[in-house]
């Protein structure tokens, strides 16, 4: 099955780092990330891992919890946090999936169903489509896709951004304009007409052109 935004995150049970999880359950009622490595002990994913353990405190705030995902068995991940906390000066502090059969990362469109066997023996190069950023909702839907080259190391500054906007986008009804920061203006959706929106914004809007209607960021 092919995943899109709004499609429903596949439930998945799945060994971790800190024990078995259901997916589904796991998330409960707030938001998740789920982000892929195509192998441990590879140099990006390492600065990556270490990086998303300090800007945890910011995904806890916005009651949104972390997931890693690695091919690689959970006991490897174990070693794998050691070096990422002697390195980066922060170990993982959130559970890290081990996909040794593959499971998940066929099940989210990041390897061929078609390929046989289980992460013995496969290379960093081999499951180099595995590095992809999931924001899923608390409708368990897809809410963010995001595939990066495993030469490339992740934004996370750029997902926190995403997951604010989502958030905000999901409790009121304003879309965020391009490069949009936490507490900048934002535009009124277009599905809203300008009767409602004078119901929204008594104090009026700033509109350029019709369809592009500006108003400070609501609470």
């Known amino acids: 099955m092919s995943l899109r935004i709004n499609s429903e995150a596949p439930n998945f049970t799945a060994e971790t780092t800190e024990g078995p999880i259901d997916f589904h359950d796991w998330i409960g009622n707030g938001w998740a990330i789920l982000f892929s490595h195509p192998k441990d002990f590879t140099p990006v994913c390492t600065t990556e891992l270490g990086y998303m353990a300090r800007l945890k405190p910011e995904f806890d705030k916005r009651n ?3 997931i890693g995902l690695s091919v690689d068995p959970v006991t490897n991940h174990a070693k794998w946090a050691e070096d990422i906390a002697e390195t980066q000066g922060t170990a993982p502090n959130f559970p890290m999936i081990g996909d040794t059969d593959l499971k998940v990362s066929k099940l989210y469109n990041m390897l061929p169903e078609e390929i046989d066997g289980g992460s013995d023996g496969r290379t960093a190069a081999d499951n180099a489509t595995v590095r992809t950023v999931f924001i899923i909702g608390p409708d368990k839907r897809i809410k963010l896709m ?8 992740r934004n996370f500054d750029e997902i926190l951004r995403v997951l604010d906007s989502i958030q905000l986008t999901a409790k009121h009804r304003v879309a965020t304009p391009v490069n949009w920061q936490r507490g900048e203006d934002v535009i009124i959706a277009g ?3 300008d009767e409602e929106a004078k119901g929204l914004y008594p104090d ?4 350029p052109r019709p369809y592009l209607r500006i108003v400070p960021q609501p609470h």
Request: no cysteine.
């Open 64 to 66: 949104t919890r972390i």
């Open 146 to 153: 995001m595939s990066y080259p495993m030469t490339t190391g």
């Open 191 to 193: 599905s809203v007409s």
């Open 204 to 207: 009026g809007w700033n509109a």
